[in-house]
């Protein structure tokens, strides 16, 4: 079993940023391709960015595109979330997650307990 810790959430207001982080405890997510998915209640878990474990390749969901990059600090022991030009919309749990790949054909199979962010005035 892998351990994840999300950080960063909290209450922004429209238009400013946040960067959530993820890591896990003792190792590094060199080898895991890792992802961050955000849940609003009563919608479905969308995905929002994904990077490969293996070649370091990143993407983005088209409603984020722009406006969140997903990246892997130099020591490979935390995955980034940067979050700029926020909206209310963007208002949801945030959970990061490791294994799989990219594709979307074959997901994460870790997750972390989630961190809440809300978007507002």
């Known amino acids: 079993q892998v351990q994840l810790v999300e950080s960063g959430g909290g209450l922004v207001q429209p238009g400013g940023s946040l960067r959530l982080s993820c890591e896990t405890p003792?190792?590094?997510?060199?080898?895991?391709?890792t992802a961050w998915f955000r849940q609003a209640p009563g919608k479905e878990r969308e995905g929002i960015a994904c990077?490969?474990?293996?070649?370091?390749?990143?993407s983005s969901a088209d409603s984020v595109k722009g406006r969140f990059t997903i990246s892997r600090d130099n020591t490979k022991k935390r995955v980034y979330l940067q979050m700029n030009s926020l909206k209310s919309e963007d208002t949801a749990v945030y959970y990061c997650?490791?294994?799989?790949?990219?594709?979307?054909?074959?997901?994460?199979?870790?997750w972390g307990q989630g961190t809440q962010v809300t978007v507002s005035s």
């Open positions: 997650a490791v294994g799989g790949d990219c594709s979307g054909r074959n997901p994460q199979y870790y």
């Open positions: 003792g190792g590094t997510l060199e080898y895991f391709t």
């Open positions: 990077i490969s474990g293996s070649d370091g390749l990143t």
